[in-house]
């Protein structure tokens, strides 16, 4: 990463070993030096503290190491849609960058604010740099031409891609952290109700409230020592299999491990509820009832009815909260699905992909570069089992490249933004992707010849609608500006540009030997083309062969970023398909806890309800009808819990509208399915003490009481 003398003092980092770029080391003809990332520093160089103020060829020019930066440095974040840097080096603006101001690409300004400065008023005096730009630069942006910028607070941006993961399973952490509280209070109270005896005949021989306090105060804190220990080792597992699932690049740069500050939050909710739960037969005691109390614990007589309403809330509770979760979660299968099945405009099976960087000190101009590249098409095309070989700077349901274009002879209120591509010949027919009028580039569009465009059918029916795209013409830019007009030659199908569950923007393709003398387009985006492969067996069995042709090339020039075209697919729905899975498997452990709280809640039911299970069965009740007993408990419980649950879905589910895709927040079928689901949960959790229900021996029944 090229970046200016002041970054590492702008984002307030300080290197762990040696020192900060000097303030002028971005200037024209300082000494070329460089600071590593730890990570770089570890894997190229074995950690050694020795290689500080040593020099190391990167680029093809030597440059000292004059620093790295600690173990938790990581810069940029995938927010930029930029991987973290292996090293930072010193940017000079030269007097050629600044001519091609209007030509440069990916280049991030960071700023700090200064005391009592706000965002608003930054972002105001950004946008009156960007109003001046065609005074400044009058070469580059006519000065019809109106320039906005704006200002972001980096931590929203470089959040952006997983502040939406994050939410959704903040939620539903915080629903099953709520349903566990609930189930544990639920036990807890049981446990409670059942030494309601014990309390009483403790107290009657002259045990103290304090005593029994403290007693009770002990037994919690070694269930919450131990359910601590246990949670803490289930989240050191946790956060590593978080890391692990989540899509490739979503989380690098990330510090992902246990934070304290949540660990000393949960730990303060479970010693809460421990504690308030454990106390409440020692609090809620009194002198007076311990007569009754001895008595009708000494008869076994169903007393406990306000308790089992209690707890009945409770499990209803729960069952609410599991039915929101596991509807959410629904919604979110149902829009991957949909996502799944959506068309991205090309054929992605028996496709290969890889990116081959060309470094500047080896090829220096445009047409050095173009030729190599062109020279590698044609090595990869005449491999066995290869039907077309190409390049293009940006493959589909990757981040497209937006560019504002002028359309000849259409009106608009602003420049329209679109996704933009140059590509090489063949790039269609390698893609699959179907032409729908006119022709595909071919060896003939080179430097020299008319400028041509293709565009895809999404544009050729926004700015010509009931007409013919191919002939009319379009520039980069506005009508004024110094790029060629491009003339239409073929309308191709739209494509899913950037992934298969977002808008595509409409989108044109150039040709990338008509790009020749544009050094700023070749250093950006040429030089870094992606190759692509279609072949007509396995893609993945390619290559070596793919590697073997670019090291006869050129021995140097790494093959990287190696994927098929279903992975790119499924990599452009990664984000959704990891969000899916995190917010399921909270839904299912949602499930099992609520399983847990109705099968304790009709367990302790059939318990507190054998003398009357056992007249029943005295009087001819069959096993089949105490069963129906039971289960129909379990089944008003769950439905209960069901009907709020589904109040609180139709409520909550609103707030992920932005998350689904194609599917409603109040989605009839999956509402349905997730009610169904629930009742048979609570059916199945109800059945073992329905069973143990039927099994009661009414003599013994009768004579216990």
């Not at 007076?288 to 001895?294: D, G, H, N, S, Y």
């Not at 493959?395 to 996704?419: I, R, Y």
């Not at 007993?629 to 707030?655: K, M």
Request: glycine residues 8%; hydrophobic residues 50%; contains cysteine.
């Amino acid at each position: 990463l090229e970046a200016s003398a002041s970054l590492f003092r702008v984002l307030g980092a300080v290197p762990a070993l040696g020192r900060d770029f000097l303030p002028n080391a971005d200037a024209v003809g300082a000494p070329e030096v460089v600071i590593l990332a730890d990570a770089f520093w570890r894997s190229r160089f074995g950690a050694d503290p020795a290689i500080v103020g040593r020099p190391i060829v990167l680029d093809g020019r030597p440059r000292t190491v004059i620093g790295v930066m600690p173990p938790g440095f990581a810069f940029p974040l995938p927010g930029l849609h930029m991987e973290p840097a292996k090293y930072f080096a010193p940017f000079p603006i030269t007097t050629a960058i600044i001519r091609q101001r209007g030509n440069s690409y990916e280049t991030y300004v960071v700023a700090r604010l200064a005391a009592g400065v706000t965002v608003e008023r930054a972002r105001t005096a950004v946008n009156a740099i960007a109003l001046r730009m065609p005074e400044l630069h009058p070469e580059v942006y006519p000065r019809t031409m109106q320039v906005t910028a704006d200002a972001v607070p980096l931590r929203e941006r470089l959040v952006v891609g997983v502040r939406r993961s994050l939410l959704v399973l903040l939620g539903a952490v915080g629903v099953v952290l709520l349903i566990a509280c609930i189930n544990v209070s639920g036990l807890l109270l049981a446990r409670a109700a059942a030494r309601g005896k014990e309390i009483a005949v403790r107290t009657a021989i002259g045990a103290t409230r304090g005593r029994l306090v403290q007693q009770f105060l002990a037994e919690s804190a070694v269930l919450v020592a131990l359910g601590a220990a246990g949670g803490l080792v289930v989240a050191q597992v946790g956060a590593r299999a978080l890391v692990a699932l989540a899509p490739d690049g979503l989380l690098s740069g990330y510090r992902i491990d246990v934070d304290g500050r949540v660990l000393a939050l949960t730990l303060g909710v479970a010693v809460v509820a421990a504690v308030a739960f454990s106390l409440v037969p020692v609090l809620h005691g009194n002198e007076r009832a311990l007569p009754v109390q001895l008595r009708e614990e000494g008869r076994g007589a169903s007393t406990g009815r306000a308790r089992q309403r209690g707890r009945r809330a409770l499990v209803v509770s729960e069952m609410a909260l599991a039915l929101v979760l596991a509807a959410a979660a629904g919604l979110l299968v149902r829009s991957f699905v949909k996502a799944l099945r959506i068309d991205p405009g090309f054929v992605p099976g028996h496709l290969l992909s890889f990116q081959v960087v060309l470094p500047r000190y080896r090829y220096p101009g445009p047409e050095r570069v173009l030729e190599q590249e062109r020279q590698i098409i044609e090595r990869l095309t005449q491999l066995p089992g290869v039907v077309r070989a190409t390049a293009a700077t940006n493959l589909p349901v990757t981040h497209p490249w937006v560019m504002a274009v002028s359309p000849e002879g259409v009106q608009v209120a602003k420049l329209p933004l679109t996704s933009s591509d140059v590509v090489m010949p063949g790039y269609f027919e390698a893609m699959k992707i179907p032409l729908l009028e006119g022709r595909t580039f071919d060896a003939h569009d080179v430097l020299g010849a008319d400028p041509v465009v293709i565009v895809d059918q999404q544009f050729a029916r926004r700015f010509y609608p009931g007409q013919s795209a191919v002939g009319h013409r379009i520039k980069w830019g506005s009508a004024t500006s110094s790029d060629p007009w491009g003339t239409i030659v073929g309308v191709v199908h739209t494509v899913k540009a950037q992934s298969l569950d977002e808008e595509s923007m409409p989108e044109t393709y150039s040709p990338a030997l008509q790009h020749g003398q544009d050094s700023a387009l070749v250093d950006f985006a040429l030089r870094a083309q992606r190759y692509v492969v279609r072949t007509t067996g396995d893609p993945l069995a390619m290559v070596a062969a793919a590697r073997s042709v670019v090291n006869e090339i050129d021995p140097e020039l790494p093959v990287t970023q190696v994927e098929t075209g279903e992975a790119l697919v499924a990599q452009s729905v990664a984000g959704r398909r990891f969000e899916t899975l995190l917010l399921g498997a909270f839904a299912a452990l949602a499930l099992v806890l609520a399983a847990v709280g109705i099968y304790g809640l009709i367990a302790y039911s059939v318990v507190q309800r054998q003398r009357e299970i056992g007249i029943r069965i005295a009087i001819g009740a069959t096993a089949g009808g105490v069963v129906r007993l039971v289960l129909r408990e379990g089944a008003w419980t769950a439905v209960a819990g069901a009907a709020l649950g589904l109040v609180g879905a139709v409520v909550l589910t609103r707030f992920m509208r932005s998350l689904l895709f194609e599917v409603g927040a109040l989605d009839a079928v999956t509402f349905i399915a997730a009610t169904g689901l629930l009742i048979s949960v609570a059916l199945v959790a109800s059945w073992i003490p329905a069973r143990r229900a039927a099994r009661v021996d009414a003599v013994m029944a009768m004579r216990g009481e």
